[in-house]
């Protein structure tokens, strides 16, 4: 597993967010002393790619009811082996969404990450207190399509962006939120 693009997708992440310095650093710490980083079962924890996929309008998001978690999350999961975090993502997207045409939201035509997270995944059965080093991509989702969800999830949802906030949803969500209109915004405007 190479993860020189990965560091490399971090160094060019952080030169974009600074104020993000210390967010990078933690990620950047387990790539970089953990060959095995990708795999779910490295200590203390691993690298997972996730997808703040919104419509075609930029005006809601997709969300899903995590089964394990109970909660309404961004699509994402673990890399299992595979360094390509963008693939990752995508791959998570389509598998908890059931929507196939997504297109990443990037800088120079390539998949960059938008967000970064780290989080604590609490013990259950069978598997102890990990972290994941979460990189996030945003997502655009074609229209027309109908979301389904995976046996992973309760629910898959569209939510207006305007009312993440109100909802019982974790923190990194509504920073993800902000980060998108931004970006959204933005990219109208050129």
Known sequence: ?????????????????PEEAARVARVRGLVAARADCFERSCPPGHVTGSA???S???RRTLLVHHRKLDRWLQPGGHADGESDVAQVALREAREETGI????FVGTDGEPAP?????????????????EHHDVRFLLVAAAGQEARASEESHA???FELD??????????VVRMTRKAQALLRARSSD
Not at 3 to 17: C, F, G, I, T
Request: glycine letters at 6%; charged letters at 35%.
């Open 1 to 17: 597993m190479d993860r020189k693009p990965l560091l490399e997708l971090l160094d060019r992440y952080e030169a974009r967010h």
């Open 52 to 54: 703040f996929v919104v």
């Open 56 to 58: 075609a309008d930029g």
């Open 100 to 103: 196939d045409a997504l297109t």
């Open 114 to 130: 938008f967000d970064l997270d780290v989080h604590e995944i609490p013990a259950r059965p069978g598997e102890p207190a990990h």
């Open 156 to 158: 898959v949802r569209w």
């Open 163 to 172: 009312e993440i906030g109100d909802l019982d949803v974790d923190e990194s």
